[in-house]
């Protein structure tokens, strides 16, 4: 049972548009989310979280935002930039850890074309 | 600052082996977490360590197995192994438990099992 989903394997986006991508949950236990971002033959870069507390969090060119209603999280980068291509792992956690720590999503791995 | 290592790299081992990995987190951090890394299950948290106690496990069969030393470093173990064994395993060092934003991953070792 999967409860982190990430549904699109992969995602093709021009250069200087917008990227987005989605993650849906099913535990109403997580209050944190997280991306990461993955090149190959390395370890994930934590890249922006957010708590359920808000709806948006921003860091520069990225943004998440998260409706709690829908258990629905999506990642924006925006402009879309070549170094942005790579695999995004969307997160969960509950509170205090939980039983299984960080949850995972399998992966959208994003292709940005020149 | 050196990064997150995991020793080995690659590894090959055949089914009913046993095999440890090692991890040495980034000097000061106290908390290092393993993950396993599949293509069909994608990444999933097997346990966390915080000042040599385990503070969490992920929903793994007790042939997986870690400790961590007073110096932080960290070694998971995974005893009769299974071809479904084969995967990449990650660890992550960070300053604090749960500190999931803060979490800094390693290359990760590549473990075969023929």
């Known amino acids: 049972d999967q409860q982190v989903k990430q549904n699109s394997p992969s995602l093709s986006v021009q250069e200087g548009r917008i990227s987005i991508l989605n993650c849906d949950y099913t535990?109403?236990?997580?209050?944190?989310f997280l991306w990461y971002k993955k090149y190959p033959a390395e370890g994930p870069t934590f890249l922006i979280s957010?708590?359920?507390?808000?709806d948006k969090n921003e860091d520069g060119r990225f943004t998440v935002f998260l409706n709690k209603s829908a258990k629905h999280l999506s990642l924006h980068i925006v402009p879309s930039q070549p170094g942005d291509s790579a695999v995004y792992f969307c997160?969960?956690?509950?509170?205090?850890?939980?039983?299984?720590?960080?949850?995972f999503g399998k992966g959208t791995h994003l292709i940005i074309q020149p | 600052k050196a990064g997150v290592t995991q020793t080995p790299r690659y590894l090959i081992k055949t089914r009913g082996q046993q095999v440890t990995l090692s991890c040495s987190p980034i000097s000061g951090h106290r908390s290092v977490s393993w993950y396993q890394q599949t293509p069909g299950q994608g990444l999933q948290f097997l346990f966390e360590y915080f000042s040599e106690t385990q503070r969490n496990k992920g929903n793994f069969p007790g042939r997986f197995s870690g400790r961590q030393f007073s110096n932080s470093r960290s070694e998971m173990n995974v005893s009769t192994l299974e071809l479904g064994d084969s995967a990449l395993y990650l660890c992550?060092?960070?300053?604090?438990?749960?500190?999931?934003?803060?979490?800094?991953f390693g290359p990760g070792t590549r473990l075969t099992v023929l």
């Open positions: 992550a060092s960070s300053i604090a438990a749960l500190s999931y934003n803060e979490q800094f």
């Open positions: 997160a969960a956690s509950e509170s205090g850890g939980g039983a299984d720590g960080l949850t």
């Open positions: 535990n109403s236990m997580f209050d944190y």
């Open positions: 957010i708590s359920s507390i808000k």
